[in-house]
């Protein structure tokens, strides 16, 4: 028996599209707005509403649509109007400043006129993250492992790293400028450094708060270092070292904006920055689009490994 609440519920997308394409297509846009080539979007709404009725009609065969449309439902519709409610403010009445708060055509306008030129900034800024998160997180897993292992190396390092690991990566780029000799070094190194402290932070704490139980247990049975390190240490600790890996490439990504913004030739920080100079705002709204959906599906990409790697402790972080 269908429950007509639930039904609703579901429909909600729908319904929060045919809002936002009512505002769209019922009111003009200010004068004081440039006129883009196409109406993107309005090809967007119609894009999302085909796919929002077609969820909608697979929600009644499929249950893992119709468990997530009824969840999600009402938020959708929520975003329906607050999408709406932006596009009045901004190209319908404009109420705010037209420079600085373009219509949602013109923003889109950039994804498709300047294709080429944003997925080479993306490759480039992809580039950087990676080795900048490989080198951060290699660097920081090993100094986690001494600290927390060792107490003479604790005792003479950690104080070092209290004193330097607070200080903003980004505060580091006049000086590493002048000390590298390529400003693609120089970037991978602020990426690095700023992934590097919360790695090794959690690491070490995570081997620190291992039960001492563990340990004695293992020595007694004979094993070495080694094997105390690597199949009693770590994998205890191994929550803690992906939320340090999660925490260091969310600082990854504003050491990667700003350290595009000096000397770069490509890149998402470096696109916004050009944009932001030419006063061309879409540009710089798109870019920030870039941003969120870059880190969106990376940080998604990796609770998903962590979800497959520490399937018993499912549900206690959640992304």
């Known amino acids: 028996m269908l ?3 639930n039904v609703f ?3 909600f997308p729908v319904l929060g599209v045919i809002l936002a394409l009512a505002v769209q297509l019922v009111l003009p846009d200010s004068s004081l707005h440039p006129t883009a080539s196409k109406h993107y979007y309005n090809f967007l709404l119609y894009a999302l509403l085909s796919i ?3 969820l909608f009609t697979l929600s009644f065969f499929i249950a893992k649509i119709r468990n997530l449309l009824e969840k999600k439902g009402p938020f959708f519709f929520g975003a329906g109007i607050l999408v709406a409610i932006l596009n009045i403010i901004t190209a319908k009445l404009a109420l705010l400043p037209v420079i600085f708060f373009p219509t ?6 950039v994804f498709v006129e300047q294709t080429m030129l944003i997925l080479k900034c993306i490759g480039f800024s992809f580039r950087l993250l990676i080795l900048g998160v490989i080198w951060g997180t290699i660097s920081g897993f090993v100094t986690g492992v001494c600290l927390g292992f060792s107490k003479k190396v604790y005792y003479w390092i950690n104080p070092y790293i209290k004193l330097i690991g607070p200080i903003p990566a980004t505060a580091w780029i006049p000086l590493v400028l002048t000390t590298f000799p390529t400003p693609l070094g120089a970037s991978i190194f602020i990426i690095a ?3 590097w402290f919360p790695v090794q932070l959690m690491t070490s704490s995570g081997i620190q708060n291992t039960s001492k139980v563990y340990f004695d247990v293992g020595r007694t049975l004979g094993a070495g270092t080694f094997f105390q390190i690597f199949k009693i240490a770590v994998p205890a600790a191994l929550p803690n070292i992906f939320q340090g890996v999660f925490n260091g490439i969310c600082a990854a990504f504003i ?3 700003t350290a595009e913004m000096f000397g770069a030739k490509y890149g998402i920080g470096w696109y916004i920055s050009w944009q932001k100079a030419m006063m061309m705002y879409s540009g710089v709204y798109a870019g920030l689009i870039m941003i969120a959906i870059f880190c969106t599906v990376i940080i998604t990409a990796l609770f998903q490994v962590r979800s497959r790697m520490l399937a018993w402790q499912k549900g206690l972080i959640k992304w």
């Open 3 to 5: 429950n007509l609440k």
């Open 9 to 11: 519920y579901r429909g």
């Open 52 to 54: 929002t009725v077609l």
């Open 104 to 109: 949602y055509d013109n923003v889109l306008a």
């Open 193 to 195: 450094l700023s992934v």
């Open 255 to 257: 050491a990667l904006m």
